[in-house]
């Protein structure tokens, strides 16, 4: 089912969450809502929901017009950051509530509810577990036990808030594989929120990047990452490394670097900003050209698969960082305290009237 | 694996705290109470039987023990509304409210008992709204009902709202999302969680209500056979200097009391059994 968010506003007293916000979301697409705390990701989503009524904009699900509809009758299955499972019931009961709860004559017989739970139960690889309660089961098992129960009803629409959030490292980045995996399965049209931008480009088709209650940008995890829209954004994922400076007539000039920024061909003399991925820097012994900056290492970190190295450049007064692989730092052999060279490339310039 | 070892427990003074606990209950509770139990075995059976099976204290016992039900299960149903609206809207004078609940602990129960006397009777405020009707509380059974629900509200509250602050709105908002309508999510979800501090709430509501003495007696009447509750007698039988008399029905009150404690203490616990 298609989702069309159309022209969403909402306030709580003084504070606006969302602004005006338009997203269209295809039949069986798997979105993510990306964005910091306060951003109005959750907010959407309970809209989505009908747990929220925003002030003005409709929410239509598959060319029907559902703002009014009250939240029992929209068709949504909602997972919780925290689960909400119900814990005086047994993991069936919690299943087969949705079912249980329907009006009579659309109410399937108890053997058909048994079928049914146990067949979702085995959807989520936890067949044993249907007469112990919620308490006794880990946190992963909880989440894949509410999200049983979501789909027990058959929704149009899975919306998942923060699904992973309480979870520990390890079982969350196995929930996030099993997830994308069930709904190739399913294909289920489903927005998820995050604000884990590597959980975002992992798991979802599109990702919807948000900002103080806007739309920042929309595209394939590729091209968010790869072609940023704005600053923000580019800071959002992953590290960056900022180079003051000045662009004048397509030229910028930041620091020792020159670059040719042809898409601001018409400035003149105007502050700039670039910003370089720390995995954008490389470096070297001896400088290439006038781009190599002298450099000074700080600190080394070595974090699993990727070694971080903080320089100071500039007298030190400023840090460039820099994220190695394993490979290359063995290579270099670098030793805290040494003089050599660093080289951003893939810098983007972005002209200063935009401020993160 | 821990031969020869001394256990080893993160907090200390397990045992000075135990000691302490014992003594404490023993000097306060259990003496006090083999008191009573040794001074009624100085009766023969024959008259033990005398004292506690009389038609007039047989009558006091449904009396007590039926006003008080009664009031406990008043006070669970209405305790809940009044807890679950005190702690789920905000409203003006909220706090002032909220304190208003314990009142009943607060005031010495002899005023409880003739401030619901003069409301109730027949030129009270309350009184003289209910005799058109024909309706009579002061002086006679109902006003006991009424005096004993009054003094076990605060239970039943006081229990209740920690329990329905816990209560995520998620919970509540899932049920939504399953497609339960208000009612199913109240009985389906809500009420389980509930269940076992209302169990609770009346437990003691009930306890304090059998054994309550001070609101009743002014507005009950005291009519043998009709409104005289098992403490009045009790009172009576001391002034006819009849110890063991009194004390024999005593314990038949302290073993009622002990034994339905007992008995809603278990079906709480079983009504838990989700929450090992």
């Given amino acids: 089912m298609s989702i069309q968010i159309e022209n969403i506003t909402k306030h709580f007293g003084g504070f606006q969450a969302l602004r005006d916000v338009s997203i269209d979301i295809a039949p069986g697409e798997l979105v993510g809502l990306l964005g910091p705390s306060g951003s109005g990701k959750t907010t959407l989503l309970r809209i989505i929901a009908g747990l929220e009524t925003p002030d003005r904009g409709t929410i239509v699900v598959d060319g029907e017009d559902t703002t009014g509809v009250s939240v029992r009758r929209r068709g949504v299955g909602f997972v919780f950051q925290h689960y909400a499972l119900f814990r005086h019931m047994t993991v069936f009961e919690n299943i087969a509530f949705g079912l249980r709860v329907k009006p009579r004559k659309d109410r399937p017989s108890g053997r058909e509810i048994k079928a049914k739970v146990m067949k979702l139960l085995k959807l989520v690889q936890l067949e044993g577990v249907a007469d112990r309660y919620p308490s006794q089961l880990s946190g992963g098992q909880r989440q894949r036990i509410a999200l049983a129960r979501a789909l027990a009803v058959e929704p149009r629409v899975l919306l998942l808030d923060e699904p992973f959030g309480a979870l520990d490292a390890k079982v969350r980045s196995e929930l996030r594989q099993w997830l994308r995996q069930l709904h190739d399965e399913l294909q289920i049209t489903s927005v998820f929120v995050t604000h884990d931008q590597e959980e975002a480009l992992e798991v979802a088709d599109r990702i919807v990047v948000m900002n103080e209650g806007r739309v920042e940008q929309s595209g394939t995890p590729e091209e968010v990452y790869e072609n940023p829209a704005n600053p923000f954004i580019l800071s959002f994922l992953g590290s960056v490394n900022l180079f003051h400076g000045r662009v004048h007539m397509g030229q910028a000039r930041l620091g020792a670097i020159d670059i040719a920024v042809p898409e601001h061909a018409a400035t003149d003399d105007i502050p700039a900003v670039g910003y370089v991925r720390s995995h954008d820097i490389s470096v070297e012994r001896q400088p290439t050209d006038g781009a190599s900056i002298r450099a000074e290492v700080k600190n080394i970190h070595s974090i699993g698969p990727i070694v971080r190295v903080t320089f100071g450049v500039n007298g030190k007064d400023e840090t460039v960082q820099a994220e190695l692989t394993r490979e290359a730092f063995r290579k270099l052999a670098l030793k805290k305290g040494e003089r050599v060279y660093v080289r951003p490339s893939n810098v983007r310039v972005f002209v200063e009237d935009y401020q993160i | ?276």
Wanted: hydrophobic share 55%; glycine share 6%.
């Fill in chain 2, 1 to 276: 694996m821990t031969n020869g070892i001394k256990k080893e427990r993160v907090l200390p003074g397990f045992g000075p705290t135990l000691g302490y606990t014992v003594f404490y209950l023993s000097l306060i509770v259990l003496i006090p109470l083999s008191a009573l139990v040794i001074k009624t075995t100085g009766l023969t059976w024959r008259a033990f039987l005398a004292a506690v099976a009389s038609p007039q204290v047989v009558a006091s016992y449904r009396v007590t023990f039926g006003s008080a039900f009664i009031a406990a299960m008043i006070n669970a149903v209405f305790g809940t509304l009044t807890a679950w609206v005190l702690v789920r809207y905000e409203f003006p004078c909220k706090r002032l409210i909220d304190a208003l609940v314990d009142l009943p602990f607060a005031l010495p129960t002899a005023v409880t008992g003739i401030t619901l006397a003069t409301v109730y009777s027949e030129n009270g405020w309350m009184g003289s709204l209910l005799e058109p009707l024909g309706i009579k509380v002061a002086y006679t059974p109902l006003g006991i009902i009424v005096a004993m629900t009054t003094i076990g509200l605060p239970f039943v509250v006081r229990t209740l709202q920690p329990v329905i602050e816990a209560i995520e709105a998620e919970t509540e908002e899932a049920s939504a999302c399953l497609g339960a309508n208000r009612l199913q999510t109240f009985y389906r979800v809500l009420l389980p969680v509930m269940m076992p501090s209302i169990l609770t709430g009346f437990a003691l509501a009930f306890a304090r209500a059998v054994g309550e003495y001070g609101s009743v007696i002014f507005i009950a009447g005291n009519m043998p056979m009709v409104s005289e509750i098992t403490s009045l007698l009790i009172v009576t039988k001391l002034e006819q200097f009849d110890y063991s008399g009194a004390t024999a029905i005593a314990l038949v009150m302290l073993t009622a009391s002990f034994a339905m404690l007992l008995a809603i203490n278990m079906l709480q616990r079983w009504s838990r059994k989700y929450a090992q």
